[in-house]
């Protein structure tokens, strides 16, 4: 059974980390819980509609420190998302023996990393200042 507390909490964090990791308000995301999977959680998105459903199984979420890390780690993968879709991208390329330009390729990896490691530095640097 799945409480009104459960889901209280669920939203707590999710929101929390959904702000800390300053995922755009402008994409759809959500959370809900689901006994449908066999794993703690899951994120299902479609990048190009920026649209993002993150499942949480309440059964192996129990306690407090698990449920956060299940939601941070699936908020993580969506933070990564556009970088993701990139390699996707060049991957079905790949796959379907496309012509890729290996310079051009590298290079947009770098930026993407880049990017991520900026965001990244930002959000951690800002944490820490509240911390103190």
Sequence with gaps: MITKEY??????IF???KRLLEIPNS???SISPSEKFAHYAEV???YREKSFTIYINPKLNQDLETLKDSILHEL???FF???TSRFDTILQKIKNKEKI???TTK????????????????IIIKQNRYEK
């Design 7 to 12: 889901r209280k909490k669920i939203r707590t």
């Design 44 to 46: 299902q998105f479609n």
């Design 76 to 78: 993580i993968h969506i």
């Design 15 to 17: 929101y929390y980390y």
């Design 27 to 29: 994409w759809s995301v």
């Design 101 to 103: 330009n290996y310079k």
């Design 107 to 122: 290079k947009k990896f770098e930026m993407w990393e880049e990017y991520l490691v900026g965001k990244l530095t930002k």
């Design 81 to 83: 998302s556009p970088a």
